[in-house]
């Protein structure tokens, strides 16, 4: 049997339940209510007729036991008592004198008659109501005293009401209550099934074995996959989330959350707020994901939106990796190039016996000669990865015509305490510059001059454990109306159709690691007319905490003192 239908017996048992429990203690005192009912009125008109001035003398003026039938019986209280019960609908009215003598009764043969009841407690002053057997049968009576002169008891007035129009009333009663209880159970059937059919459109139509079945399948796929899945109802708040994605969101909020309350990246929350086929990438902490939503709808339903998180943190440092050793295989091309380049020209000069002009090229590529250095300056960074790494990048802005320098003031005798930090920075910040110098070229093609030069300078200075670095460009600048705009996640300008995720992670992860050290990525110059003798963007990092310093001796050899001279 479905579940909607055992819900729908259910309801229909315990609302019949309880309406013959109910309705059966109305039935059940429903023959004494209009007993009492009846009671009441048969003392109401008893009282009123004890009451009335013209019944009083008549009853004090019949005393005693030797009353005439034939005077009583066309006199004022026989009249008075048979209009009294054709208006009241009364089984009988009757009148008695202070001997319990009838002077008023509905049969004229029972005149000057002793009533068939006993009168003893209403002659004694009292009302008396009860349920007694007469001459005109069982009826509900009520017997009220007559008071005379002095208030004493001069006879007394009794008014019955049939039992059998009592059982008549009640039987009307129990009708109309069993109808009534029909009425409410039919009611109740029917809000039970309009219950039902929500039931089925709130649960989809699954059964409660199938929602069980599905609350465990999907606990189960949900934590064991890989990627992040987060999900909010129509009204925004947290119905599903798994293990993945608290972690790759920084979560710990439970569910039933609000998402404003997540403390959601406002990338993440624009994702989440509108459907976004097309994954995005964004920056959490020292992650970057790629995040992606749509909006769930069923039966016309707004059900709400599920968020999607998937971690692109590794993929990240592999192109990185990539990136890496693309410059450095660059670099070694390069100079394999010139290398044989310089043996043709030094087997050439000896050749034809210019053994001066040899030996004057192998100074200059010994480095004691102009143009003997692919980036001039570099032996004033001593620190071997930032040699490496800015030796390799030389190489590479050379292959894209973009001069790399070092600017006047670079000096750095250190050891890197964070050589991913530092290189990340600088990385993204020279990889920007040298796109943006290239760019900044006039076309191949075109008849625009090409001796624009294209320039990228990075100025390197130590100051106890922090390190300074200025990365400046000769391209268009930035084109951002707010230059600080272009550390936004996703802020580009460029086409990133082809990465995933899209462009504009480097700045803005850059910016997130600096200030993770306690230092910070700014814009010195945003380009243009200025200060920046190269015209274009000028970028300033601070990083602290990431140099160890080495304890050297500043007295050293003369080569040595020449080489930073």
Do not use: C
């Not at 976004?276 to 939106?305: F, K, N, Q, W, Y």
């Not at 480095?367 to 692919?374: A, K």
């Not at 670095?469 to 272009?486: A, T």
């Not at 963007?537 to 990431?546: C, K, M, N, T």
């Amino acid at each position: 049997m479905r579940l909607r239908t055992q819900v729908l017996l259910l309801q229909l048992a315990v609302i019949a339940v309880s309406l013959v429990v109910g309705f059966g203690l109305v039935i059940a005192g429903a023959d004494d209510r209009v007993r009492d009912e009846y009671a009441q009125r048969a003392l109401a008109i008893a009282q009123s007729v004890a009451a009335d001035g013209e019944v009083r003398s008549e009853v004090a003026a019949h005393p005693g036991t030797q009353v005439d039938a034939a005077e009583l019986l066309d006199g004022p209280l026989q009249r008075h008592a048979a209009a009294v019960r054709a208006r009241t609908g009364a089984l009988f009215v009757v009148i008695g004198n202070d001997r319990g003598i009838r002077l008023a009764h509905p049969e004229a043969s029972e005149l000057a008659k002793t009533v068939s009841t006993d009168p003893s407690k209403v002659l004694s002053g009292s009302d008396d109501v009860n349920t007694d057997r007469g001459t005109l049968g069982e009826s509900v009576r009520a017997k009220v005293p007559i008071l005379g002169d002095g208030q004493r008891v001069v006879g007394f007035v009794s008014v019955g009401v049939s039992t059998q129009r009592l059982e008549t009333d009640t039987r009307s009663d129990i009708i109309a209550t069993s109808l009534l209880a029909l009425a409410a159970l039919g009611i109740g059937a029917l809000g039970s099934a309009l219950l039902a059919r929500r039931w089925r459109r709130l649960t989809l139509g699954l059964e409660s074995d199938e929602l069980a079945e599905l609350v465990r399948e999907q606990n189960a796929v949900l934590h064991s996959m890989a990627d992040g899945v987060l999900a909010v109802d129509a009204d925004g708040i947290v119905r599903v989330i798994n293990d993945r994605a608290r972690a790759l969101l920084d979560i710990d909020a439970p569910t039933g959350t609000p998402a404003a309350d997540l403390g959601l990246t406002p990338r993440v929350a624009t994702v989440l707020a509108t459907p976004t086929d097309e994954p995005l990438a964004a920056s959490i902490g020292e992650r970057v994901v790629l995040v992606s939503s749509h909006r769930v709808r069923a039966d016309g339903r707004d059900l709400g939106m599920v968020l999607s998180v998937i971690d692109r943190t590794d993929v990240e440092a592999l192109s990185r990796e990539v990136d890496s050793i693309r410059s450095m295989s660059t670099a070694l091309r390069a100079q394999r190039h010139e290398t044989a380049n310089r043996m043709h020209v030094l087997a050439g000069l000896l050749r034809h016996g210019h053994a001066d002009e040899a030996l004057a090229y192998l100074d200059e590529l010994a480095g004691t000669g102009p143009g003997g250095r692919l980036l001039s300056g570099l032996d004033n960074v001593r620190e071997p990865h930032l040699h490496a790494f800015l030796d390799a990048k030389a190489a590479q802005a050379r292959e894209r015509g973009v001069t790399l320098r070092l600017g006047d003031q670079t000096w750095l005798d250190a050891t890197l305490a964070e050589p991913v930090v530092v290189t990340t920075v600088l990385g993204n910040l020279v990889d920007n510059a040298i796109e943006a110098a290239a760019d900044g070229m006039p076309d191949a093609l075109s008849d625009a001059p090409s001796d624009e030069p294209a320039d990228v300078e990075v100025e390197i200075i130590a100051d106890g454990d922090t390190l300074l670095v200025s990365v400046g460009d000769s391209g268009p600048g930035i084109g951002f109306e707010d230059p600080d705009d272009v550390f936004a996640e996703g802020a580009t300008t460029k086409s990133g159709a082809y990465i995933p995720g899209g462009r504009g992670m480097g700045l803005a992860l850059a910016r997130q690691i600096a200030r993770r050290t306690g230092g910070d990525l700014w814009v010195a110059h945003p380009g243009g007319p200025g200060d920046h003798e190269l015209g274009g963007a000028l970028f300033v990092a601070r990083l602290p905490g990431v140099l160890a310093p080495t304890p050297h001796d500043d007295r050293r050899e003369p080569d040595e003192q020449g080489d930073r001279e």
